[in-house]
């Protein structure tokens, strides 16, 4: 009877875990259906034609502080978000040097512990296309670490 007992508790628990595993959907797609590929496709296209030849990074409104860089989304690592408001295609850039934006903070803590991490930022690009209007924008978001 014992050994009965534990075989219907591991189908049970075999079971659950079986029904737990299954696929979810997208946990991004914020309850609006749309293809993935077709977004990265149609952000890609739009980049492509809007697109400027360099891009300058600056962290003041000082033009002479300005740094052009080339830069090239990674299409391969995009990935899509959506909300009832908007879509977004989010990717990283590969960039012909290093650019890295550093909070005052960050830096002092970096000459404290010269822990490289401090120092280092990351840039992505995000292509947004309003679902209402169909308008497309893009901006770069640069994520610095807090210290």
Not at 3 to 25: G, N, R, W
Not at 40 to 48: L, M, P, S, T, V
Not at 49 to 56: G, M
Request: charged letters at 30%; aromatic letters at 10%; a negative charge.
């Amino acid at each position: 009877m014992r050994s009965i007992l534990k075989k219907i508790v591991f189908l049970l628990l075999t079971a659950m875990l079986m029904f737990t595993c299954q696929y979810e959907p997208d946990i991004h797609s914020g309850g609006v259906d749309f293809n993935k590929d077709k977004e990265i496709e149609e952000a890609k296209r739009w980049y492509d034609a809007t697109r400027p030849e360099e891009v300058s990074f600056r962290s003041s409104n000082s033009v002479e502080n300005a740094s052009s860089i080339e830069v090239k989304p990674d299409w391969e690592q995009a990935y899509v978000r959506a909300n009832k408001k908007e879509k977004t295609v989010e990717t990283n850039l590969f960039m012909k040097g290093e650019i890295y934006f550093v909070q005052p903070e960050n830096k002092q803590k970096f000459e404290e512990t010269h822990d490289e991490r401090y120092m280092r930022s990351h840039t992505r690009l995000v292509v947004k296309t309003e679902l209402s209007s169909g308008a497309k924008d893009a901006f770069l978001m640069t994520i610095i670490p807090s210290v």
